[in-house]
């Protein structure tokens, strides 16, 4: 890898921080993971899971445009 290349970091959310951004259940947020309607996590390590802020951002794009113009 160049070093003169700066490296660009993907900003990680855990469950908690996710759940302040997106108004739904934790169960929800699972169940629309293993239905590939929502961003999968990252396993971290055995007991920590993170999503990318970036795919989630994405996600949130996306239902906006399917929504927008409704009430």
Do not use: N, Y
């Not at 993907?10 to 293993?34: A, E, G, H, N």
């Amino acid at each position: 890898m160049p070093e003169d290349r700066p490296i660009a970091l993907r900003k990680m959310l855990t469950q908690r921080d996710l759940l302040k951004m997106i108004p739904t259940s934790r169960t929800t947020i699972w169940r629309w993971c293993s239905e590939g309607r929502f961003p999968k996590p990252v396993q971290l390590s055995s007991r920590r899971v993170v999503w990318f802020l970036d795919e989630v951002a994405e996600w949130q794009e996306t239902i906006g445009k399917s929504h927008s113009g409704k009430p």
